[in-house]
């Protein structure tokens, strides 16, 4: 019944594309489940408020995260299968992650152009504590109680560990692919450019020698040693 559900609505790339994009991000199925539901669910919903669907495709709220969570599933195997090389790589970086986090240790890297990175996610202990307040809507005083979450400076937390180090070594060799670009863009005499995460922008006569940089730096980065071997030789060091 649920797969008629999906068949009869039409599966888009537009539907699997965040699950896919962020799955080398540690998105499980969970997360995936929450992103259909956020981006389709509650969209299709806000069309029927609108009077632009009369009615929901996937029924009521219940039915639509069963629904949701069916095709959660389904995309987490089929992006395993298809992206294997990059299930086996973010598997790699989790249980080396996992291993020193069981040494109560950081995990530290550098990227290619040598910039230093570290990974510490520690616990957190809630202390509970009474305090007494005057209400003057009241006029009288009122009993409360607060919650302090302070970190534990001497205990790593393996599973934040664990989920963040992938997104964290992608977005490091992100950030290395921009600075690597910006200094081959000043050795070009580009003196002007406007950089956000993997975007890259500068003056409008300027573009194709940044379309060449772009690529060059991209390649140079990734032309050598295998980095996940050099991630692994870090943590000896």
Not at 97 to 119: D, H, L, Y
Not at 209 to 221: D, E, G, Y
Request: proline share 3%; aromatic share 12%; net charge neutral.
């Amino acid at each position: 019944a649920l797969a008629k559900l999906w068949l009869d609505y039409g599966i888009g790339r537009k539907d699997v594309k965040r699950n896919v994009m962020t799955f080398g991000y540690s998105s499980n199925i969970y997360g995936f489940k929450d992103q259909l539901k956020e981006d389709l669910m509650k969209d299709l919903s806000r069309q029927v408020v609108y009077g632009d669907l009369k009615e929901h495709p996937f029924g009521q709220e219940d039915l639509q995260e069963k629904a949701a969570y069916y095709l959660a599933k389904i995309n987490y195997s089929a992006i395993q299968d298809t992206l294997a090389s990059v299930a086996g790589a973010m598997e790699f970086l989790q249980d080396c992650c996992t291993e020193v986090a069981k040494e109560n240790k950081m995990v530290s890297w550098r990227t290619p152009i040598g910039f230093p990175c570290v990974q510490r996610y520690r616990k957190w202990t809630g202390h509970k504590i009474k305090i007494a307040m005057w209400d003057r809507t009241l006029m009288k005083r009122t009993r409360s109680q607060v919650t302090i979450r302070e970190e534990n400076p001497w205990e790593i937390d393996s599973r934040k560990m664990r989920a963040g180090i992938a997104p964290n070594v992608i977005h490091s060799l992100d950030a290395c692919h921009m600075q690597a670009t910006v200094l081959a863009m000043l050795d070009n005499d580009i003196t002007d450019f406007f950089m956000i995460h993997d975007s890259f922008g500068t003056q409008c006569d300027q573009m194709w020698p940044l379309f060449q940089i772009v690529r060059n730096t991209f390649v140079q980065q990734y032309d050598g040693p295998c980095f996940l071997s050099y991630f692994r030789n870090e943590l000896d060091d």
